[in-house]
């Protein structure tokens, strides 16, 4: 098993800047990609960044491109969302995710483990 807990999140104005942090626990020499999904009131999930470990291989939505950067301390069992220029638009739950898969992947299903999420807002 493998145990996600995500921080950083909160309100800020747009354009302004957050640090999303995932501390991974457990089984983590067993996962190989983690990422970030977020989940806005009355939306779907979706994928927001995915990272291979090593960092080989990034995966970002088109929304986010440019503003967003993802990356991982495996020593520190860690993965970082970096968020800047924020928009109203990207209020939203966002949440940590791991999976075995080898590939990174912005489906919901393949990704094994979750963690309970954290709330960005962002004013306009």
């Known amino acids: 098993q493998v145990q996600l807990v995500e921080s950083g999140g909160q309100s800020v104005q747009a354009g302004g800047s957050l640090r999303l942090s995932c501390a991974a626990s457990?089984?983590?020499?067993?996962?190989?990609?983690m990422g970030w999904f977020r989940q806005a009131p009355g939306k779907e999930r979706e994928s927001v960044a995915a990272?291979?470990?090593?960092?080989?291989?990034?995966y970002y939505a088109e929304s986010v491109k440019g503003r967003f950067t993802i990356s991982r301390d495996n020593a520190k069992n860690t993965m970082y969302l970096q968020m800047n220029t924020l928009k109203p638009e990207d209020t939203a739950v966002y949440y940590c995710?791991?999976?075995?898969?080898?590939?990174?992947?912005?489906?919901?299903?393949?990704?094994?483990?979750w963690g309970q999420g954290t709330q960005v807002t962002v004013s306009s």
């Open positions: 995710v791991a999976s075995y898969k080898v590939a990174v992947t912005s489906r919901p299903g393949d990704y094994d483990y």
């Open positions: 457990g089984r983590t020499f067993s996962t190989n990609v």
């Open positions: 990272i291979r470990c090593g960092g080989v291989m990034i």
